[in-house]
């Protein structure tokens, strides 16, 4: 039986694992990715810093012309960026995301939230969290510091969900009346829902108020089922529902195979059409370069 931590109620293998998402993630976010956020994530706009006597080579278009006129010689305004962004992370936490044939689904949610966030620190910009299945779980509410971004990995990896199934339509419209600002928001889900009409309307309220990006996460054992000489039953881990698959048949395999392909297709059909750009991350590969292609590919839209 795993040891716990008194003070926190968790299990030391929770904490290690962690600890664990902390080092590898850090070594990333310094190398790859906290340049590659920065470049696509700018600020909300110029604030006045300050004013400053003119030098040679100064646009003369931000002359101060008061202060000139009071001082007698030309001073210039100058501008910072206003940086300062929010960053909520959406994670889906029903029960399909406890499967993985390479690694659970889950534990891939985990690692990417804390790539995100701790890039958004970096760059020093406020970070939230909402755990969703049915509906809105826990929310914890934006804010900066390194112990803040290690309760959200955390929560990703120890909250135990009190619903099973998905309801993408709900938390995305919780999203759009807690977050009373725009926000940039990942979505990190399997998408695996069957009301797509309540989900197309959501998603496209959703965009229009925050910067909303998808991270679709998929297995190659829900695509590719392996080959048996006999009847297996199928479980369905959300709704519970099981039905006696013919796993010696070709036919029944690749039909599998075409739904499976149809579904994520038409997820992806639905991003293109609300003109959102998304992410396809798969467990049995490395999320890095699905990530960075983002990053870049945003980056080159906007460059323009």
Known sequence: MPETNSALGLSSDILSKVRHIEILTGRLVAETFAGEYLSVFKGRGMEFAE????????DIRLIDRNV????????????TEERELTV????????????GSAALKKEIAAELAAVLAF???QNNDKVGMFLFTEGVE?????????????????????YEPKKSGTRLDIILETLG???RRHCIVFLISDFRTDDFASFEHALKLGSLKHDLIPIILTDPREKSLPSFDALINLEDPESGQTILFDASS?????????????????????????????????????????VVQFFRRRAKKLSR
């Open 177 to 179: 009346r807690v977050l």
């Open 68 to 79: 000139t006129a009071r001082m007698r010689k030309p001073y210039v305004r100058q501008y």
């Open 51 to 58: 004013v400053r006597e003119y030098s040679p080579g100064d």
């Open 138 to 158: 826990e929310f914890v509410p934006p804010k900066k510091g390194r112990k803040h971004i290690l309760h959200l990995i955390r929560d990703v990896l120890a």
């Open 119 to 121: 890039s958004a620190l």
């Open 250 to 290: 070709k036919s029944a395999l690749s039909e599998h195979q075409k739904e499976e392909e149809k579904r994520l297709a038409r997820i992806q059909r639905l991003f293109q059409l609300s003109g959102i750009d998304s992410i396809q991350i798969g467990t049995d590969a490395s999320y890095i370069d699905p």
């Open 88 to 99: 909520v992370i959406a994670c889906d936490l029903s029960k399909s995301q406890f499967f």
